[in-house]
């Protein structure tokens, strides 16, 4: 049996709410030491900083021993290394120290080690014109190719989290100060950056419509050359006049008008949307309850790759045929991101909702990991039964809805305007 980083995370938050928060420090000690492990693909040697995907235990019978194994991506689908693993460990140990109100651990020389060097992985500087993560398909849930490369929303709004995680428990000494003046530079630009490109709502859509292309110069207002006849036609009917989401993805002539729900709730829960955008979102949700929510929460992407564009971007995969898996499927799990939201937003009634429709199919069902189907009404094709974090997902959430005040070792308060240190030149006092 294998655990996942990411995976573990429902379960991590599950054992911290029921008072047992050994287990979810031995995970986070157990996967800082993994962290050390040797990381080659093929030749090829990745950065201190990767966290494990997932790890093992792997039992040697003649000398009756145990050892964890760890998976870098060397035996992942594709061989690609998971971007998220990194973030959602920062994001769970301020979990941990939050709802404990233990610091020693996110204090000790080990973890401030471990944040470091995740954070160098993502704070390097490169050929990048813009603040947020380039990434291959592949490197988050959407562990298959689904057409996410480039700069997908789930990993951005990882990202903003993590920063601002770290920005709480790094200790401003020696390396850490360097990393906490960089967090601050980095979070600036990257808050602009989503802020403003990443939305989408009915008066930005006519705007993108109205481009002009081919534009030079700073006055350029179609910023990323993005050509309007590229809009699909579904967003159109998609978009509400009151709603509005962080699309999927943003880069260079292209934008992904999907809507991922992990990457809008993390958005929520991190304040990386605004108060305004959050409501938006909400609204949006709301709006297209049919669409995103269905029968079983929740849509993992909406819509669905369809016909030639499947072909085309999945490469065929049998596994991401339309309505199903990561292309449109809905997964359970994401229930308790969709609580935390709907609770940080002022609309517990939307979880319960939501939670109702949930108990109404996941027991009779057996907890499987992802349904099919528009509507989320058929249990998965290949859906695993009794899913770990389909389980604690749906404990999480009912039991941060019988008690919102859990919510505070998830979520991120409304953060001031975080601005970049400036420092004067020498030739400043010349």
Request: hydrophobic share 40%.
């Amino acid at each position: 049996m294998e655990v996942f980083v990411r995976d573990f995370v429902p379960s991590a938050l599950a054992f911290l709410m029921n008072n047992e928060p050994e287990i979810v420090k031995n995970f986070l000690l157990r996967t800082v030491h993994l962290q050390s492990s040797e990381k080659m693909v093929d030749r090829f040697k990745l950065g201190a900083g990767a966290m494990p995907a997932s790890f093992k235990v792997d039992r040697n019978v003649n000398r009756n021993t145990e050892t964890l194994v760890a998976d870098f991506g060397e035996s992942a689908i594709g061989r690609v290394a998971p971007v998220d693993s990194g973030f959602w460990w920062i994001i769970l140990l301020r979990a941990y120290t939050k709802y404990t109100g233990d610091a020693s651990l996110s204090e000790s020389p080990d973890c401030q080690k471990c944040m470091r060097l995740i954070l160098n992985l993502c704070l390097s500087e490169g050929f990048d014109t813009f603040p947020t993560l380039l990434c291959t398909d592949g490197c988050s849930m959407i562990d298959r190719r689904m057409g996410i490369y480039g700069y997908p929303i789930e990993i951005q709004a990882l990202f903003y989290m993590a920063l601002r995680c770290a920005l709480q428990m790094l200790k401003p000494d020696g390396e850490g100060k360097d990393f906490i003046e960089k967090i601050g530079q980095r979070l600036h630009a990257l808050t602009y950056h989503m802020r403003n490109y990443f939305w989408l709502d009915f008066p930005h859509l006519n705007n993108i419509y109205r481009y002009k292309t081919e534009e030079y110069s700073h006055t350029a207002v179609n910023k990323f050359n993005v050509i309007p006849d590229s809009i699909p036609d579904w967003v159109f009917d998609f978009m509400p006049c009151r709603g509005g989401y962080f699309l999927g993805n943003v880069s260079p002539a292209m934008m992904d008008f999907r809507w991922f729900a992990l990457g809008n709730c993390i958005a929520i829960i991190s304040s990386l949307a605004t108060p305004e955008q959050s409501s938006a979102i909400m609204d949006l949700i709301e709006e297209r309850w049919d669409e995103l929510v269905g029968e079983v929460p929740l849509k993992i992407v909406y819509p669905a790759l369809e016909n030639h564009e499947w072909r085309i971007i999945t490469g065929c995969d049998p596994k991401n045929t339309r309505w199903s898996y990561h292309n449109g499927g809905s997964w359970p799990v994401l229930l308790w991101l969709l609580t935390a939201a709907c609770i940080k937003t002022g609309r517990p009634q939307m979880a319960k909702r939501a939670i109702e429709l949930s108990e109404a199919r996941l027991l009779k069902d057996g907890w499987p990991e992802y349904y099919d189907g528009k509507l989320g009404k058929f249990v998965g094709k290949q859906a695993r039964k009794f899913q770990t974090w389909s389980i604690a997902g749906y404990l999480v959430a009912r039991m941060m809805l019988e008690d919102p005040s859990t919510l505070m070792m998830i979520s991120m308060e409304e953060d001031r305007p975080v601005k970049p240190t400036m420092r004067r030149s020498a030739s400043w006092n010349a």
